[in-house]
Each structure stands twice: as C-alpha cells, then as structure tokens.
C-alpha cells in the first residue's frame, strides 16, 4: 500500500492577516508514506498550515505542492485531501454509515461500491458493529475514530488531522495514540497532523516540525529534536530543561569548557571560539545523584530546595553555590536514599549530556 | 430564573392583568360568533353554528380565502427561496462584505407598509401588475424575505462551520454541500420561516388597499369591507376561523423547534 | 482563523436573487415616493412648504406623536410586567406566559381591531354590561375616539415591547437577586437597584421598536378611530386614494421615513436591531 502515499511540499508559506503575519514563509517537504506534525503553542501558525494545505486558507504568499505539482489555486473539494477535524465534524443528522459514505456519494459511487467500502473503512476502525448510529449515540473515542474512517474511505492522496485527539481524556489519548499510529502503518499514507500536546507528537511522529509566532523553528526525528534542540524554544517546548549561560573559557577538537558563574563545564560539542557567550540545554533526568566520591565530567554540589515524588521517580529542585538552581529528576530505583529539604547532595553529568542551544529569535 | 426569586404581589397582578388584556379581548370574539342573534351580541337563548354555516357556504367568503391561500402559499415559496438562499450567502461571506445586504432585509420590518404600499401602487401601474394575482404575490413575497433571512440565520449560527469544511474537503462541490449537508441541519428554521412567511402574506392589509381592487380581493380585504360596512356575527365566524388557524401554525411552529431542540 | 476560508463567487450568486428582488420591488419603489415628493405637483419644495403653512398637516403630525408617545409609554410599563413576570416565573409557568405574548402577537391585527369595536363600540359588549348593572345610564364614548386608537394600539405593541426586555432580563444572572437579597435588600430595594437598572437596555430598545412601529400604524388607528381621530399612515392613505394629491401624501410619507431613520440612528448605540428582530421571530 505504500504506492498511495504521496509527498507534499510547502514552499515560502506566509499567511497575513491584515497587519498580523500568522504564519512567516515556512518551507517544509512531508514524504511519501511520512507521519509529520506541526507542533507549536497556541497562535503558533501551525493550523492556519493545515487549513491551507488543505485549501481552506489561500496563502498570501507561497505555494502547497503535491507530488512536485502545484495545487495552491486548487479549491478544498478538488484536492483529494482526507481530513481529521477538530471536534471531528460529524454530519450529526446521518448515520455512522452515511457519514463515513458521504465523500463515495458526492464522487458518485454506485450504492454496491459504497455499501462495500463503508464497511470496510468501519471494520479498520473497529466500528462494523456501529453502523447505524448517530455521531451523538457514539463515545468520544468512537466519533474519532468514525472521523478517521471518514477521511480515510476514498482513498485520499493525503490524511490531514487537526488537534485529532484533543478533545479526549488522558487516558483514552493515550490509547487512541497506539492506535492511530498503527493505523498509519498498516494505510500507508502520508498523514500531516496538528496538535500542541509535545507527548503526542513525540509518539506519534516521524518527523515533527516546531513552529512558533508563525515561523519554523527545527524539523527533525523526535529523537533528534529531543537530543539536539536547536534553539532555547524548542528545548523548553519539547520537555524540560535547565539553561546554563556563560563564556566559553577553553576549546579543543574533542570540545570546549564553558565558565558559567563559579562552575568550570564541559561540553562535548563542535567547538566555539574562546570568549563567545554560549547558551546550554541540560535536561533534568540527564543529571545523576553522585554518591560519596563517585566522579563524573561535570560535579557541582548543593542543597535541596524542594522536591516531589512522581511515582517512577523524584523531581528535585536544587541550590547550587556555582550555578543557582538546577532541576533534576532522579529514577526511583536510582534514590536510595530520602529527599529532604536542605539535605546537601552531588550532581553529576557527563560532557555530552549538555547541548548549546541557540538564543531565541525575538 | 427558575423561579429562585418570585416576583411580588404588585408586579404579579400587573402581570395577570396585561395578560388579560392581551387574551380575553381575543377570546371574546368565539362567544360572539356563537350567537344566535342576527346582530353582534353574546348568545341570548342558546348557542348556534348558523354564522359559520353562513361564513362556509358564501361563494364570496369562500372565494377570498382561497384566493388568499394561493397568495399566501406562492408569496411564501418566493421568499422561503430568496430568503434561505441569502441568509446562507450572508453567513458564509464574512459579515463585513454582507453587511449592506443585512441592513438592506431589515427595511422591509423597519419601513411602515403603507409607505411602500403607495410606491407600489404608482410602480406597478405602467408594469401591468395592479389587481393581479402575481403583483401581490411579488409584493408578500418580496417583504416575507426578512422573516426568512431572520429564522435562517438563527438556525445557521447553531450551524458548526466545519461540518460545511468537512463537506467540500471531502470533495463534494457547492450544490452537493448544501443540499446533503447545510439545508437537513437548517430544516426546522427554514419551515419556521416559511409558516412566519405564510401569516405575513395571509394577514396582509395595507398593500392589498392600494395594489389590489376587484380581480384580487383577499380574505384580509373582506373582512376590512365586512368592518366598515356591515358589522354581523359572521365576521366573528371569520375570526375565529383566523383565531384556530394562526393558532395551528404557531403549535406546528412551537412543535417542530420543540423536536429540532431535543433532537 | 480556521473558519475564515475563501468564499468563491458561488456564495455571492446564492444572495442575489433576494437582492434583485428586493432592489427592484421594494428599494425602487419606495425611491420612487421620495421624488415624487419632490417632482409633483411641481418640482420643489413646495409639499414640504406644508409642514410650516397648513394646519392641518401640523394637526396631523401632532395627533400621530400624541398618540404613539402615550402607546409606548403604556405599552412598556405593561410589557414590561410580563416580561419581568416572565423571568421570574419557573419553566413550566413561563410557557404560557410566552404563549399569552405570542398568540396574541401573530393572530391577525383586523381580528384584534374587530374585538374591540365587538367591545367597545356603543352597543358593545362593555357599554351595555355596564348599563344593565345599572352602573351607567348612557353609553360611554369608548371607540371611534382616541381612547379607542390607544386601547388598540397598546394592545397591538405590548408583545413588541415584551421581546427585547425579555432579551436583556434573560441575560441577567439570578444569583444577583438572591446575592442581593442575601445582603439584605427588601425585594423593592432588588428591584429598583440591581434588577431596573440591568433591564435598562432591553426597555430602550423595546421604546424604539414600539415608537418606529406605531408611527406608521394604519389598520387599528383607521378601524377604531372611526375616521374622526387620523393619524400620519391613514392620513397619507386619504391624500391618494380619495383626494389624489401625491406631492402630499408623498411628502408625509418621507417625513415618516425619515422620522423613524433618525430615532433608528439617534438610538444605534443604544439598540442592536438584529437583536430585536432575532429574538422576535
């Protein structure tokens, strides 16, 4: 089934408002068989793409590409496009069955044609049984689900799902999560997905482009986004992390030592020339509790401020004399031992685990 | 309010007597029409149907309120057409750009009809269309459009916009959109529009003086001639006829948003 | 953002036919009336002329404000009653409540004006109740007067009033009242400082909507007025038909226009007319 994905292509996008630029001449290209999301905050940009792949939007300015073919002029219903709405968008006075078989009637398919692809749109679902249904008499997650089988029925050259897994609770979120990617394994397509939520892309995705105030940030694996954070945005947006500002004190090929307040780091990176300010990413979990005199690249020592239990672990929030405060979170495994306010501890961390980031663009 | 805070003895009495006010006058009319005297007066010896018997057998009466009827039914058409068409349009296209359009459905509410009725009646001269049935259909059917517009839009503001995006994102083209999906959701108030259309048309008056004279002679037109002229019980036999079937339509009306509401 | 698409010329095409319709059958005509105010009998001002020369125009126009400022002043304080009564009312009663509004505002306005010539006119109802109880001897003048016109009238514009106070009652919140209550004001006090003065819109637009609707008023105030007591539309009505004078009748009829555009602008701050009408269908 892989032949039915296609590739998109975004090229210089921009989408003014009146004065209010909502998205700022983003380029992305999507491929065949790919599972991309737009991730950002709110007011971000990233629905606003969706609408104008989708051809709900005309860009001020770029173009949408399909297969290497220009489609920006093309109206919605000429594109071929499946889509995921938020909310879903269920025809709420037909059936389960003649929403799913809307898009094969307004093609035009003979009512055999249709009857045979309803059900087999339903039965990927797991929704055979429901058939006959309002969208009302249906679940949460089964209108979702009745929403993908809808998209997906006539064979769209693209499957576009805005916010598709918003309006769920946590934990069904989390179920539809597994069942939406393997969903995409077994159809195939290229699917372009929109949603705030960080843990959902990372799941989900392929490939997650992070967008903010309308532009591009990083497009990248999750892995790769997560590990090397380009800028402090994307390092604060996807998890979290703590930020080590300083100068860079000495470099060589292996990296550079970065003098941050009283503390001595180093960095296993491309090295920067001696004196340049330089901006760190150091996730919490990446630091360890140092016990006695257990060594490591990097030691600072402090007290603890504050910290939680979080089931599989602790978060610690610790005052450090070289560095202020730093936050941690150790496996619960690992803490053997009890967290208590003003208890003095070792932190430790090897030279990869801290990333130069970039200052964020105003 | 739920009735959390009950109003006082004063603006409850107030209350009961404006609704009094409003009613019993109304309902006067059926004792009246029941009458057994030849002369506007409350039964004296018994209660008798003879005026409705009077009312219902006159070719006249008869004929007025067929010729209303049909008015009614192809001015409604007219307007429940253009109506439903331009409140979709409207709501579509963003606010601004309709915003003439919009302003431009309220003059018919706003603009007294006696006003228009004397335009009407020197417009329509040299157009041929005095004392005919499609002048008046054209003139209720024209100032029926905001009832329409009116109800349409209610209905369409319930209306999700992404139900219509889903629609053409799916492929389907403009025509196929409104008729599978937009004008099913927008039913009731459609019909809602249709049966305020239909009164407007039926009880229509002041342009019927002026526009219509021997050709076209409504049911609203007998009765104001019956009230100058000859005041007899067979006029109350007329309104009440009016009473029950202005009644019917606003109980269909009340009953078909009743089910659109729980539905 | 996601609702903004891009309308294609499709959606223009499905409002013009309400558009073509009304430009050509009823903006042309009522255009039409504003130059023959102007073009008959002579071009000019002259039927304007009238309004500071004849007397009779001035007695016209003086009878019509006279009268719609004592309907709308009646009909508020009533409807507003009901409306109040209305609001208070728990869910089941407001129905009928609802229904005593509007049964009476759809049943047709010459039924209405026939029940009460039914009642009131010398032999009617009223008068000879009344001289049968020995209350009075001779028949009281109630119809055909301007007694009669107003009685109609209020009775007509009531539910006009009840709807947008009923609107602006509805969106206040009733735990204002019983906070009120619970900080100690006596059920007058609730009214006159937290209730009135929140309702105040909804009664500003229901005086708009009653004084524009009553200005142009013609079946009531020509049936009970019994053609002694004329007011602007009926007035208009004898100026062409039976006396042929366009220029004039033409005349007041703008002036009609343009008295009840300039209440309309003076109060657009203050009224939502799409509101109104919104609520009243």
């Known amino acids: 089934m892989s032949a039915a994905g296609h590739a998109l292509g975004i090229l210089g996008l921009t989408k003014r408002y009146g004065s209010f630029t909502a998205v700022d001449d983003v380029s992305l290209d999507v491929g065949q068989g790919e599972f991309l999301t ?47 709405f938020q909310g879903y968008a269920l025809f709420p006075h037909m059936s389960v069955a003649e929403n799913v078989a809307f898009p094969l009637r307004v093609r035009g398919l003979s009512r055999a044609d249709r009857e045979a692809k309803v059900r087999a749109a339903l039965d990927l679902v797991q929704l055979g049984a429901f058939a006959e249904r309002l969208p009302k008499q249906l679940s949460g997650g089964q209108q979702q689900r009745v929403a993908l089988a809808r998209a997906l029925v006539f064979e769209p050259n693209l499957l576009l799902l805005d916010e598709p897994l918003s309006a769920l609770d946590k934990k069904l979120r989390a179920e539809l999560q597994e069942e939406l990617k393997a969903l995409h394994r077994r159809v195939g397509r290229t699917f372009v997905n929109v949603t705030h939520d960080q843990e959902e892309a990372l799941s989900l995705s392929d490939r997650i482009a992070i967008l903010n105030h309308g532009r591009l940030i990083q497009a990248g694996a999750p892995g790769e986004l ?24 000495t470099a060589d090929a292996a990296g550079f030592v970065l003098a941050a307040g009283t503390a001595r780091i180093a960095v296993r990176a491309p090295a920067a020339p001696e004196g340049t300010r330089r901006l760190l990413s150091l996730r919490p979990e990446k630091i360890a509790l140092l016990a006695g005199e257990e060594a490591a690249d990097n030691v600072v020592e402090g007290r603890i401020l504050a910290w939680s239990y979080l089931g599989s672990g602790f978060a610690l929030r610790v005052e450090t004399a070289s560095l202020g405060e730093l936050r941690a979170t150790l496996p619960a495994w690992q803490a053997a031992f009890a967290p208590a306010e003003g208890l003095p501890v070792r932190l430790g961390w090897s030279a990869e685990a801290a990333v130069p980031v970039e200052e964020d663009a105003p | 309010m739920d009735g959390i805070h009950p109003p006082g003895p004063a603006a409850r009495g107030l209350a009961w007597a404006t609704a009094l006010y409003l009613v019993l006058p109304i309902l006067i009319v059926l004792p009246v029409a029941l009458t057994d005297q030849r002369f506007l007066s409350l039964p004296q010896d018994g209660v008798s149907f003879r005026h409705f018997e009077t009312v219902l057998t006159s070719p006249e009466w008869l004929g007025s309120i067929w010729q209303s009827f049909t008015i009614a039914v192809a001015a409604t058409v007219l307007s429940v057409v253009a109506g439903t068409l331009c409140a979709i349009g409207c709501w579509r296209i963003s606010r601004r750009a309709t915003e003439l359009v919009r302003v431009l459905m309220l003059l ?47 209905a369409l503001a319930a209306f999700d916009p992404r139900l219509e995006q889903a629609a053409r994102g799916m492929g389907a083209s403009l025509s196929q959109t409104l008729r599978w999906v937009i004008l099913p959701r927008i039913a009731p108030g459609i019909v809602s529009g249709a049966i305020f259309a239909f009164i407007h048309s039926w009880d229509e008056l002041v342009m019927v003086l002026f526009i219509a004279s021997r050709n076209v002679f409504t049911l609203p037109r007998r009765i104001w001639d019956g009230i100058n002229e000859n005041l007899d019980p067979a006029m109350a036999a007329v309104a009440v006829l009016l009473i029950l079937f202005t009644t019917g339509l606003l109980m269909a009306d009340r009953a078909l948003r009743r089910r659109s509401e729980g539905g | 953002m996601t609702a903004a698409g891009r309308p294609g010329i499709g959606w223009w095409l499905l409002i013009l036919p309400a558009l073509v319709l009304l430009l050509v059958f009823y903006v042309a005509p009522i255009l039409q009336v504003l130059a023959i105010s102007v073009t008959e009998p002579e071009p000019g001002l002259g ?13 016209v126009i003086l009878t019509t404000l006279r009268i719609c400022l004592i309907t709308t002043v009646l009909a508020l304080l009533l409807g507003y009653a009901i409306a109040y009564a209305i609001t208070l009312a728990t869910p089941r009663a407001r129905g009928w409540w609802i229904l005593a509004v509007l049964v009476p505002l759809w049943i047709s306005v010459l039924v209405r004006a026939f029940a009460w010539v039914t009642l009131l006119r010398r032999q009617g109802l009223v008068n000879n109740t009344l001289i049968n109880a020995g209350m009075i001897s001779e028949p009281l003048p109630l119809v ?70 009553s200005l142009g008023f013609y079946i009531t105030p020509a049936i009970l007025g019994g053609g002694k007591t004329l007011m602007v539309a009926e007035w208009i009505s004898l100026q062409i038909l039976d006396l042929i004078r366009w220029g004039l009748g033409t005349m007041m009829a703008t002036m009609l226009i343009v008295a009840i555009l300039v209440t309309l602008a003076v109060f657009s701050r203050l009224v939502d007319l ?8």
């Open chain 1, 38 to 84: 737009l991730l950002g905050p709110s007011g971000s940009g990233k629905t606003t793409i969706l609408m104008a792949v989708a051809g709900f939007v005309a860009p001020t300015a770029g173009s949408i590409l399909l297969d290497g073919r220009e489609i920006t002029p093309l109206p919605p219903e000429k594109r071929n496009f499946g889509m995921v």
């Open chain 1, 226 to 249: 997560y590990e090397r954070p380009r800028t402090r945005f994307v390092a604060d947006f996807l998890g979290k992390s703590n930020f080590i500002e300083g100068a860079v004190a």
């Open chain 2, 108 to 154: 018919p509410l706003i603009i007294p009809s006696i006003v228009y009725a004397i335009g009407l009646y020197r417009y329509f001269g040299p157009l041929g269309l005095l004392d005919r049935f499609a002048g008046v259909v054209i003139a209720h059917g024209v100032t029926g459009i905001p009832y329409v517009v009116i109800t349409v839009s209610t």
């Open chain 3, 47 to 59: 039927n304007y002329e009238r309004i500071f020369t004849s007397e009779s125009v001035q007695r």
């Open chain 3, 144 to 213: 055909w007067n301007e007694f009669g016109i107003v009685v109609g009238m209020v009775h007509y514009m009531v539910p006009f009033a009840v709807l947008p106070m009923l609107a602006s009652m509805r969106e206040i919140d009733p735990r204002l009242l019983a906070a009120a209550r619970g900080l100690g004001a006596s059920r007058g006090q609730v009214f006159r400082q937290v209730f009135l003065p929140l309702s105040m819109p909804g009664v500003i637009a229901a005086a708009v909507l009653v004084f524009i609707f």
């Open chain 3, 274 to 281: 799409r509101r109104i009408f919104g609520s009243g269908a």
